[in-house]
């Protein structure tokens, strides 16, 4: 890939990265031009680098990640305008997230992904991406709790910080994706065996990835359990779910990086 398409696909995310700097009071016409925008360059990247074969690797999966978070939060900001305001924290979180993406990027010969059936691969890919960009716009809104939080206390609504999502609507939409992800992720077990059943003759194999994926739906369960029945709010909901969000990360790209950048 060019130089000029490389960054051509990280300006696209420069507007919604911008969003932080002059915060959108919900879903405007300039917060879905953003997204928009931020789509094409995420997507086009994606479409592009993938031609031909899947490539797993670290920059990859960091830019599907990425297209894959886009359009989770523009499906949360449809049925959720207000939601919109979260783009003051995604925005520049995916930039960053595309930089690695890029810097890491290194093309590689077609891997053992590619000679598996292709439609358990995609519906696996697909799962795991949906379960990727719903923790990932759940813990944004826990972060937003912590912040707006924060400001309210120290009696400083104003700036971005004021722009945020209430904290009952912030705390409440991280659960209800939590739930979703819960299920997308059991689907995603579930499509994995199959993969690797396939491939190994196995139902499971008990690798860094799966330990951490399991560990990961386990805290997803009892977080949501201890928001149903009991008190569970505020920042130490937000900081669970952050944990959550950490287990995913090692799980799906954080295994890429140990690949990529350990093993070679």
């Known amino acids: ?33 953003a997204l928009a925008v931020a789509a094409a360059g995420a997507f086009g990247w994606s479409a592009v680098r993938l ?21 989770v939060f523009a499906a949360v900001v449809a049925v959720r305008p207000w939601a919109g305001r979260l783009v003051s924290l995604l925005g520049p979180y995916l930039l960053v997230m595309a930089i690695l993406g890029t810097l890491t990027d290194e093309p590689a010969p077609e891997g053992a992904v590619a000679a598996l059936p292709g439609g358990w691969v995609i519906v696996h890919i697909l799962v795991s991406l949906a379960t990727y960009a719903l923790a990932t716009v759940a813990a944004v809104a826990g972060l937003a709790v912590t912040l707006k ?19 009952v609507d912030a705390d409440q939409l991280q659960f209800q994706l939590l739930l979703i992800a819960l299920v997308v992720l059991g689907l995603g077990i579930a499509t994995g065996m ?38 569970l709010r505020g920042r130490r909901a937000a900081r669970a779910v952050l944990v959550v969000y950490l287990l995913l990360t090692l799980a799906y790209p954080g295994v890429k990086a140990v690949h990529s950048l350990l093993l070679a």
């Not at 995310?13 to 879903?27: C, I, M, Y």
């Not at 031609?51 to 359009?71: E, F, K, Q, R, T």
């Not at 860094?208 to 009991?230: G, M």
């Open 1 to 33: 890939m060019s130089l000029a398409l490389h960054l051509s696909a990280l300006a696209a995310l420069v507007p919604a990265a911008l969003l932080a700097v002059r915060p959108v009071s919900g879903s405007g016409p300039r917060l879905w031009l």
């Open 51 to 71: 031609s031909g074969h899947w490539d797993p690797n670290l920059g990859v999966a960091l830019w599907i990640s990425v297209a894959a978070s886009i359009v």
């Open 149 to 167: 939080e924060r400001a309210l206390k120290a009696k400083r609504e104003g700036g971005w910080r004021g722009s945020l999502p209430s904290v």
């Open 194 to 231: 199959v993969l690797e059943l396939d491939e190994t003759g196995r139902l499971l194999v008990l690798d860094h990835k799966t330990i951490l994926t399991f560990a990961s739906f386990a805290v997803v369960a009892a977080v949501l359990a201890l928001h149903a029945w009991s008190d």
